[in-house]
């Protein structure tokens, strides 16, 4: 059984770029969500997605997008990129968002130049 | 707000010695639980346990455990016997149980090195 995937695994972009990370949830697990993790700090919830819909938010600007797809996957968008974006993005899956337990996907580490 | 506070950034510890990673939190909600995750350098975040507000007994997985002291709103995690392959970066994070409200609130870590 597969735990959360995520892709891709790196990116280097240049300010005011687009991006897109994906992320796949553990099979069974319908609730995503996402967190930045700055260098030397702890994670930072940016929103979380059941059922299609975003069902809360974090403090992040609406640069900070995203969408869940009725297979459970999602993705995290992020326009007009600053410096300060680079990070490690984490994706987490649960059965439901009321579950204890979140299984993490071994994040997507993002630079921007 | 919730806020979970780590005070340390780093530990050296023998391999086999038990060692105790401190987390103390604060919320104004009755209904919260308490996480421990180990990060190792892959970047993964890996659930090691979970103790609820209302839980009388401190919580044990294995070789962890943690020490939840409600009063003083502490929730330090305690490792035995610690082997090599504990290093890794340890975070405390707290969920507050109301419905719709239910993302983690991380801290700022606890860098664990274990030595031969």
């Known amino acids: 059984d597969a735990g959360v995937t995520q892709s891709p695994t790196h990116l280097i972009k240049t300010r005011g770029q687009q991006v897109t990370l994906r992320c796949s949830p553990k099979s069974g697990h319908d609730t995503v969500s996402w967190y930045q993790q700055a260098l030397g700090q702890g994670p930072q919830f940016i929103f979380q997605?059941?059922?299609?819909?975003?069902?809360q938010r974090g403090n992040f600007p609406d640069r900070f997008s995203g969408h869940q797809f009725p297979n459970y996957s999602s993705e995290l968008n992020v326009n007009a990129l600053l410096l300060g974006d680079s990070a490690l993005y984490l994706c987490a899956s649960s059965l439901d968002p009321e579950n204890t337990e979140a299984f993490f996907g071994q994040g997507t580490r993002l630079t921007v130049v | 707000a919730q806020k979970i506070t780590q005070t340390q950034p780093g530990m050296f510890v023998q391999e086999k010695e038990a060692v105790t990673l401190d987390c103390t939190y604060d919320t104004s909600d009755p209904s919260y639980g308490l996480f421990w995750y180990k990060q190792p350098s892959s970047g993964e975040m890996i659930f090691l346990i979970y103790q609820g507000s209302y839980d009388q007994q401190n919580a044990t997985e294995g070789r962890y455990s943690l020490n939840f002291q409600k009063a003083r709103k502490s929730a330090n995690l305690v490792i035995s016997a610690s082997q090599l392959g504990d290093s890794a970066m340890y975070f405390c994070a707290m969920r507050e149980e109301n419905f719709g409200n239910e993302k983690l609130t991380f801290g700022t870590g606890t860098r664990l090195t274990i030595i031969p």
């Open positions: 997605y059941y059922e299609e819909e975003e069902r």
